[in-house]
Nanobody, 123 residues
Framework: QVQLVESGGGLVQAGGSLRLSCSAS????????MGWFRQAPGKEREFVAG???????IYANSVKGRFFISRDNAKNTVYLQMNSLKPEDTAVYYC?????????????????WGQGTQVTVSS
């Protein structure tokens, strides 16, 4: 069993930055891909960023160049650095553990999810 806990969300003005953290317990994540998703009110949960076990990364077009995913295997933690935030980035952000070592776009390729952390960007 894996428990994922996100933190670092909050209220920020447009143009600001936040760093989200996802801490894991119950299993070492070093050999698994990890991902970040987000869900805005009334919308489906969407892919934001993914990182493979080797550190390769991939991003949604909407956040490319502004958001950066990273991992610290010694701390069993994954991060999402969010810069140049926009009001449309407002959502609950979730981290998830991949079923294997790659990065994945699809929600179906993730088997454990955190409870989410709220990010609100004011204009």
């Amino acid at each position: 069993q894996v428990q994922l806990v996100e933190s670092g969300g909050g209220l920020v003005q447009a143009g600001g930055s936040l760093r989200l953290s996802c801490s894991a317990s119950g299993r070492a994540l070093s050999t698994y891909g990890m991902g970040w998703f987000r869900q805005a009110p009334g919308k489906e949960r969407e892919f934001v960023a993914g990182i493979s076990w080797t550190g390769d990364t991939i991003y949604a077009n909407s956040v490319k160049g502004r958001f950066f995913i990273s991992r610290d295997n010694a701390k069993n933690t994954v991060y999402l650095q969010m810069n140049s935030l926009k009001p449309e980035d407002t959502a609950v952000y979730y981290c998830a553990k991949g079923v294997g070592g790659s990065y994945y776009y699809s929600k179906s390729q993730y088997d454990y999810w955190g409870q989410g952390t709220q990010v609100t960007v004011s204009s």
